[in-house]
């Protein structure tokens, strides 16, 4: 079954510390990948997404994330954090030419930043 | 120039009302859907529309109903409440079925 899981719920880093937040994901055939950050009480922003090419993407934001097919993993990734990143992250597939349309998102990350 | 708008923001009701939410999109898009958040944050699809078109119709109570005058609006109708119901319902649209999602700012719902 399609999956995407992201092993850590709460991550927290001090502003300037760099990131990564992980991303596995559970597909038949290589998914298109996304990012997106809600921050309190607002909707799902799009960060960053993989449709084909190059497997580093860079986002909005400063974050960046790498497909790693061998790894079915997509972290997300930023060198400095501030603290206006505090958010929840979530990780997500979805279709490609054939199957499903539908979008399975990970359970998210929360990510707090102390100043 | 909101992209994807929702109203209510917040719908505080109880149990056994009939409410709707109301979703519109100006990104010309072709396709919308509507997401359910519970206390958890996990977010799973209930319906979406393409061209008017229903194309995703997950396992939800048939209390629900979807409803697509236009490409551009999508409206989600709950008839006999329950307190389960309680969460945030976010409406997305997307160029076609296949492309980026672009969200709005989600329906707080709480049914007491």
């Given at each position: 079954?399609?999956?995407?899981?992201?092993?850590?719920?709460?991550?927290?880093?001090?502003?300037?510390?760099?990131?990564?937040?992980?991303?596995?994901?559970?597909?038949?055939?290589?998914?298109?990948?996304?990012?997106y950050v809600?921050?309190?009480?607002?909707?799902l922003q799009l960060?960053?997404?993989?449709?084909?090419?190059?497997?580093?993407?860079?986002?909005?934001?400063?974050?960046?994330?790498?497909?790693?097919?061998?790894?079915?993993?997509?972290?997300?990734?930023?060198?400095?954090?501030?603290?206006?990143?505090?958010?929840?992250?979530?990780?997500?597939?979805?279709?490609?030419?054939?199957?499903?349309?539908?979008?399975?998102?990970?359970?998210?990350?929360?990510?707090?930043?102390?100043? | 120039?909101?992209?994807?708008?929702?109203?209510?923001?917040?719908?505080?009701?109880?149990?056994?009302?009939?409410?709707?939410?109301?979703?519109?999109?100006?990104?010309?898009?072709?396709?919308?859907?509507?997401?359910?958040?519970?206390?958890?944050?996990?977010?799973?699809?209930?319906?979406?529309?393409?061209?008017?078109?229903?194309?995703?119709?997950?396992?939800?109570?048939?209390?629900?109903?979807?409803?697509?005058?236009?490409?551009?609006?999508?409206?989600?109708?709950?008839?006999?409440?329950?307190?389960?119901?309680?969460?945030?319902?976010?409406?997305?649209?997307?160029?076609?079925?296949?492309?980026?999602?672009?969200?709005?700012?989600?329906?707080?719902?709480?049914?007491?």
């Amino acid at each position: 079954a399609q999956s995407v899981t992201q092993p850590d719920i709460h991550i927290t880093v001090s502003e300037g510390a760099s990131l990564e937040l992980r991303c596995n994901y559970s597909y038949g055939a290589t998914p298109y990948l996304f990012w997106y950050v809600q921050s309190p009480g607002q909707g799902l922003q799009l960060l960053l997404k993989y449709f084909s090419g190059d497997t580093l993407v860079q986002g909005i934001k400063g974050f960046e994330a790498e497909f790693k097919r061998s790894q079915s993993s997509f972290n997300l990734r930023k060198p400095s954090v501030h603290w206006s990143d505090a958010a929840e992250y979530f990780c997500a597939v979805g279709p490609t030419t054939s199957g499903t349309y539908k979008y399975i998102f990970g359970t998210g990350t929360r990510l707090k930043v102390l100043a | 120039d909101t992209a994807v708008s929702q109203t209510p923001k917040y719908l505080v009701t109880q149990m056994g009302n009939d409410k709707s939410i109301k979703c519109e999109q100006n990104l010309g898009h072709d396709t919308m859907y509507w997401y359910k958040q519970d206390s958890k944050k996990f977010l799973k699809i209930m319906f979406s529309y393409n061209n008017k078109e229903l194309i995703i119709n997950e396992t939800v109570p048939n209390r629900f109903s979807p409803k697509s005058p236009d490409k551009a609006h999508l409206n989600l109708h709950i008839n006999s409440l329950e307190l389960g119901d309680s969460a945030v319902y976010f409406c997305a649209s997307s160029q076609s079925p296949r492309d980026t999602q672009y969200f709005g700012p989600g329906t707080r719902l709480t049914v007491l």
